[in-house]
């Protein structure tokens, strides 16, 4: 069975989980691999159903494990979209597990993953506001946010490179959008990261020069339009010929060959936290240049 990434899906909770008229919440178990889960808040419906059609389990306030020993159909429908999420499972296990198993110690550090990104937080006691929790939460693009003692901020790859929030909480960056629901009275965190799946389009500086030492040399990288897998723009004045992007990993790669009416080159490298890492390539010339760019 082909592995899953973890999905963790968020929704923006009350003031705590109380608020929620389900006692459970829905973990998919897919193999033994230990990141091959997926998980729904409280209150989300659902239906596993035998090959030949019958429920046999579903939603409920009471806890319960159903072992994946045969072949079932998940029918998960999210209250925060229209499309049902359909999972055809021949191993593992579905899972209600009572919502107070999200209530962490003193210091709680998890590590999840979502849309192929990673998040490694910690839940710990507010020293300032007895009986409240604080959170340090960090993906691994480069977004990190920050709740301490009712005060939060965000920021990306450096502390001076602030975020703005939006409600509790919303964190748009040029990377995609992370949505994230933290609940101080429980230490409860729930996210999701939508990856933005144009985000190589733009004009992108990047910096040539032959060595580490050297002066800066910037020419242009236009990212016109990316279509499916394939990409197409200039770069160097040039027209990019046979434009392919893989989106498959955590790093969005590239390659493109352009010709300055004399030589052609080659150029591979991938997205990394909002810049590009690259090589060029020209083997009549010899060359070898690696580089890197970031958006005008």
């Not at 033994?32 to 239906?47: C, L, Q, R, S, W």
């Amino acid at each position: 069975m082909k592995t899953q990434q973890l999905i963790i899906l968020a929704m923006f909770l009350c003031t705590a989980l109380i608020s929620y008229s389900q006692r459970t919440f829905l973990k998919i178990t897919q193999s033994e691999n230990a990141i091959d889960v997926i998980v729904y808040p409280p209150g989300t419906k659902f239906e596993l159903k035998t090959k030949e059609g019958y429920i046999v389990f579903k939603n409920s306030d009471d806890p319960g494990t159903l072992d994946i020993d045969d072949e079932y159909t998940l029918y998960v429908y999210p209250s925060w979209k229209d499309a049902v999420d359909v999972f055809k499972l021949t191993e593992g296990k579905v899972e209600k597990v009572l919502t107070s198993t999200y209530t962490d110690d003193e210091n709680n550090s998890q590590s999840t993953e979502n849309n192929d990104v990673t998040a490694h937080f910690t839940v710990s006691d507010s020293k300032e506001r007895e009986g409240k929790k604080n959170l340090n939460f960090k993906l691994s693009n480069g977004i990190t946010f920050i709740y301490e003692d009712d005060k939060y901020r965000a920021y990306l790859n450096e502390e001076d490179n602030y975020i703005r929030i939006k409600g509790t909480y919303v964190i748009e960056t040029e990377l995609g959008t992370l949505k994230l629901s933290f609940n101080p009275s429980n230490g409860v965190v729930w996210w999701v990261f939508d990856k933005k799946q144009n985000n190589l389009i733009g004009n992108w500086k990047i910096d040539l020069r032959p060595t580490p030492s050297s002066p800066e040399y910037f020419q242009i990288l236009v990212i016109s339009k990316v279509e499916g897998k394939t990409i197409e723009g200039t770069f160097y004045g040039s027209p990019i010929k046979d434009g392919f992007i893989n989106t498959n990993w955590e790093r969005t790669y590239f390659l493109f060959t352009t010709s300055d009416g004399s030589y052609d080159y080659y150029h591979s490298g991938y997205m990394l936290n909002g810049k590009l890492y690259g090589i060029s390539y020209c083997p009549n010339r010899s060359l070898t240049a690696p580089w890197i760019g970031k958006l005008k």
